[in-house]
């Protein structure tokens, strides 16, 4: 998806290559996250997981990777904003 995306994008500007990640980064990385909590949370539900020690470390790890997207995410935003400056 971020070839298609960056063949139809001038590569020669910074800003939007950063643009055409954000989007990508947007559409597909942030919708299939959402999934993996929904699905992860009603399958850890219905199989009456949620009482197992090894569901609190996999769920620590899952924010571990939830925060990591938030911080990369903001990290794009702010080069979006200043692609010369260094973060």
């Known amino acids: 998806v971020l070839t298609i995306m960056l063949s139809r994008t001038d590569t020669t500007q ?6 055409a990640i954000r989007r990508c980064w947007t559409s597909v990385t942030s919708a299939a996250m959402v999934a993996a909590w929904a699905f992860g949370l009603t399958a850890a539900q219905w199989s009456g997981a949620l009482d197992d020690r ?3 470390v996999k769920l620590a790890i899952a924010f571990a990777l939830t925060a990591w997207h938030g911080a990369f995410s903001g990290l794009l935003r702010r080069l979006i904003d200043a692609p010369t400056t260094r973060i």
């Open 14 to 19: 910074p800003a939007t290559v950063f643009r």
């Open 54 to 56: 090894w569901i609190h």
